[in-house]
């Protein structure tokens, strides 16, 4: 059964595991990689665009009908948020921004550009610093990519997700397989080498051998850099209805976890290395800005929803905390018009959060973590101290799914497939140790 939750990532918004920022208890501690001057001095950017034409079928993301224009206000809050977190987190150098959404091909370029000149205002922001925008594969969004180049991106990121055009009326995309072809097209020849194609699997009525021819042609016209999502079911959703009145059927566990499996397989075999759960790449084209994410970097989040993780310096603060902005655009522009930032929630981490997120983070790649970049973390207890002791780990390492060695703590091919169902007991061993210390059961 696949157990990897492989969902995207946009943001810190990573399902993987337990909702640190909303269940963080106990007494701050400063740790001594809050002082370094990587997170003292960089951060990347993450600037959420809440507006979409239509909510597809199975989304849940923080995304609104837009109501009316108003693209010029919205450009005047964004930069006045990320000049405020700016001077809040007191870095000097922005190293990747990632324009998300919603769907940020529909904001215009120009907003694209002030907020990027913005960065470069209160922040370093060098001419090499990876740029994403997000794009959905519309004739509309397509014709506007030469512009969101001249305006500062350099990496595209499309929403492909089927090419098939039933299935992606079934999830209320509003473009066809053709747009996407287009989209995906016109990108590479503006952008070579950077540009990734975001591919859906476990749709309804789907089956092994459709799902693998579609992937076979799909790869056939990608750039060097593939993300490989399952479908989910969210409460809430017009599929999620349609699944539980009986008018759609998914794709069973078993049947998905294969479709994983096999989805792997042929990447491999085209070139694509697997560096993340999700995220496949060849001739190194890997995502820095997702790489802070799961390399528990410190990120700024700016825009409606957006989420951050920082050290609040301006404040005199030494310890990172998560953040969260208001979720409502329309709230939100009020909040950033009155106070110059629209932040509705603010939680310090406390030592055992903040090594959850790296455990977590850091176990969706293929490399895991390194000695070296636990120490950063936890100067005071190795990996190693905290978990080779134990029986369940033990286990794990003759079933061959975890691999804990003189390089780090990372999950076999094998395991990767199956990291939720050991979090819980990784988790429980890292608890045990930060809160009750050596031999805790």
Excluded at 196 to 215: C, H, K, N, T, Y
Excluded at 343 to 371: N, Q, S, W, Y
Aim: aromatic content about 8%; charged content about 20%.
């Amino acid at each position: 059964m696949l157990r990897t939750c492989l969902t995207a990532v946009r943001g810190p918004a990573v399902c993987v595991g337990r909702c640190f920022s909303s269940e963080v208890s106990g007494a701050v501690s400063t740790l001594a990689g809050f002082s370094s001057p990587r997170f003292s001095t960089e951060a990347s950017l993450y600037v959420h665009w809440p507006y979409c034409l239509k909510r597809c079928s199975y989304c849940n993301f923080n995304k609104y009908i837009p109501r009316s224009d108003n693209q010029d206000v919205m450009l005047e809050c964004l930069q006045q948020e990320t000049e405020t977190l700016l001077k809040l987190s007191q870095v000097s150098r922005i190293t990747s921004v990632f324009f998300g959404g919603g769907t940020p091909s529909l904001a215009r370029p120009s907003t694209i550009a002030a907020v990027l000149e913005t960065v470069a205002r209160h922040a370093g922001l060098s001419e090499e610093a990876e740029v994403t925008l997000e794009v959905n594969p519309t004739p509309v969004g397509s014709s506007k990519l030469e512009d969101f180049l001249h305006a500062g991106v350099n990496r595209f990121s499309i929403g492909v997700q089927s090419l098939r055009d039933d299935d992606l009326k079934v999830l209320g995309r509003d473009h066809n397989s053709q747009h996407a072809l287009q989209t995906v097209a016109e990108a590479r020849r503006l952008c070579p080498g950077r540009v990734s194609v975001d591919v859906m699997f476990g749709r309804p009525g789907q089956s092994i051998a459709s799902w693998e021819l579609e992937l076979d042609e799909l790869l056939s016209v990608c750039d060097d850099h593939v993300s490989l999502y399952q479908l989910t079911l969210e409460r809430g959703t017009q599929l999620f209805r349609q699944v539980q009145k009986g008018q759609l059927s998914v794709p069973s566990d078993d049947i998905t976890a294969v479709m994983y499996d096999s989805a792997r397989r042929i990447l491999q075999k085209r070139g694509y290395l697997q560096y993340e759960v999700s995220n496949f790449a060849r001739n190194d084209a890997i995502s820095q800005h997702n790489m802070s994410y799961w390399k528990a970097s410190q990120y700024l989040g700016v825009g409606p929803g957006a989420h951050g993780r920082f050290v609040p310096r301006g404040e005199g603060d030494v310890c990172r905390e998560a953040r969260t902005q208001t979720l409502e655009p329309d709230v939100w522009l009020r909040e950033v018009q009155q106070r110059s930032h629209g932040t509705r929630r603010r939680i310090p981490l406390t030592h055992l959060a903040l090594l959850e997120e790296v455990l977590v983070m850091g176990l969706r790649l293929i490399d895991g973590i390194t000695h070296q970049h636990w120490q950063l973390f936890s100067p005071r207890a190795d990996l190693y101290q905290i978990l080779s002791s134990s029986s369940e780990v033990q286990d794990l390492q003759q079933t061959g799914l975890l691999i804990l060695d003189d390089r780090g703590l990372r999950c076999s091919w094998q395991g990767l497939a199956l990291l939720d169902s050991m979090l819980p007991t990784l988790l429980l061993l890292l608890e045990a140790y930060i809160t009750q210390g050596p031999g805790a059961p």
